[in-house]
């Protein structure tokens, strides 16, 4: 490299440093000035204060007489919150279950009340045998049925409850209701002729009785209820083929006690519908009786083989 090259380059790179120190200079004078909003970065001193000197280290936090650590405060510890206690789910109460009060009329007694009681059980259907003024086990039975169907507690006996109800249902029994020397509803007509002779149930659909008939001698009389137009009881001459104490049956899921079949799936039987509801319904074809005890005692005496004659008298 030649002597005036090596002069060149000394000089440029003196005014590099020379440029570089102007912008140093300029830069600190720029720190110096105020700012747009017109205060200082930096507080100036007061008349009369001395001077700052640049060389002079600003106080640390370390030589502070309050930064010593050994004296600082600990920093204050956040006090916990305490859970939220959940509030308690709403309980429903229970409905107050019902208790029977104290018996009036209880299974046992005699007497006039107990003879108005199964009079006004009757006028509804409950009690469908003579009345007796005798509390047995046909009166607590339809004490029970009436208990039930108001959900009362059922007890078979008769307390304030039951027999208020009975009496805001029923009217006060007439003499002829508690001698029973009402009128039959279902007076038997004429036997059929089928019926003269042997063994037979006569059927009179007209009357809406059944007869026990022995040789001509009538032994028994019941009211029954027959099929509805869509399930009518068939007509004819029949006999019994078979009997069945405690039946179900298989098609209608309905308890038959005490049936006696004679043509096809009809059977004479108990009916405990149609004990509690009357005639204010129907059978699916079969013979309904409403006595238990006659039916039952029925059941006993005839026999498979004896005739079955459903009439019009």
């Known amino acids: 490299m030649t002597a005036a090259r090596r002069l060149l380059l000394v000089l440029v790179v003196g005014a590099l440093?020379?440029?570089?120190?102007?912008?140093?200079?300029?830069?600190?004078?720029?720190?110096?000035q105020p700012s747009a909003t017109g205060t200082s970065r930096e507080?100036?001193?007061?008349?009369?204060?001395?001077?700052?000197?640049?060389?002079?280290?600003?106080?640390?936090?370390?030589?502070?007489?309050?930064?010593?650590?050994?004296?600082?405060?600990?920093?204050?510890?956040?006090?916990?919150?305490?859970?939220?206690?959940?509030?308690?789910?709403?309980?429903?109460a229970p409905e107050p279950e019902l208790v029977p009060g104290p018996a009036l009329l209880s299974p046992g007694d005699a007497g006039d009340e107990v003879r108005e009681l199964q009079a006004r059980l009757r006028q509804i259907d409950w009690f469908?045998?003579?009345?007796?003024?005798?509390?047995?086990?046909?009166?607590?039975?339809?004490?029970?049925?009436?208990?039930a169907k108001r959900e009362i507690p059922v007890t078979g006996e008769v307390d304030q409850r039951t027999m208020d109800r009975l009496l805001s249902m029923t009217s006060e029994p007439t003499a002829?209701?508690?001698?029973?020397?009402?009128?039959?509803?279902?007076?038997p007509g004429p036997l059929d002729a089928r019926c003269q002779t042997g063994r037979a149930l006569c059927v009179?659909?007209?009357?809406?009785?059944?007869?026990?008939?022995?040789?001509?001698?009538?032994?028994?009389?019941?009211?029954?209820?027959?099929?509805?137009?869509?399930?009518?009881?068939?007509?004819?001459?029949?006999?019994?083929?078979?009997?069945?104490?405690?039946?179900?049956?298989?098609?209608?899921?309905?308890?038959?006690?005490?049936?006696?079949?004679?043509?096809?799936?009809?059977?004479?039987h108990y009916s405990p519908d149609f004990a509690a509801h009357g005639y204010d319904g129907a059978s699916h074809g079969c013979v309904n009786v409403r006595d238990y005890d006659a039916v039952a005692g029925l059941f006993d005496q005839v026999a498979v083989g004896d005739k079955v004659i459903v009439y019009r008298s």
């Open 17 to 32: 440093a020379a440029l570089a120190g102007l912008g140093v200079a300029w830069s600190q004078q720029a720190d110096d």
């Open 43 to 92: 507080t100036a001193p007061s008349a009369g204060s001395p001077t700052a000197d640049p060389t002079t280290p600003e106080p640390t936090m370390a030589d502070s007489p309050t930064a010593d650590p050994t004296t600082a405060s600990p920093d204050p510890t956040p006090t916990p919150r305490p859970a939220p206690t959940p509030s308690p789910a709403p309980t429903v």
């Open 128 to 147: 469908n045998q003579d009345v007796t003024g005798t509390y047995g086990d046909v009166t607590r039975e339809a004490v029970e049925g009436f208990q």
């Open 176 to 187: 002829a209701e508690l001698t029973n020397q009402l009128a039959s509803g279902n007076v």
């Open 204 to 268: 009179d659909k007209t009357s809406r009785t059944l007869r026990w008939v022995v040789d001509g001698d009538v032994r028994l009389t019941v009211d029954v209820r027959f099929g509805s137009e869509e399930h009518p009881t068939r007509e004819g001459a029949f006999s019994v083929f078979s009997k069945s104490r405690d039946h179900v049956s298989s098609l209608y899921d309905t308890s038959m006690p005490f049936a006696m079949f004679f043509s096809g799936g009809q059977a004479v």
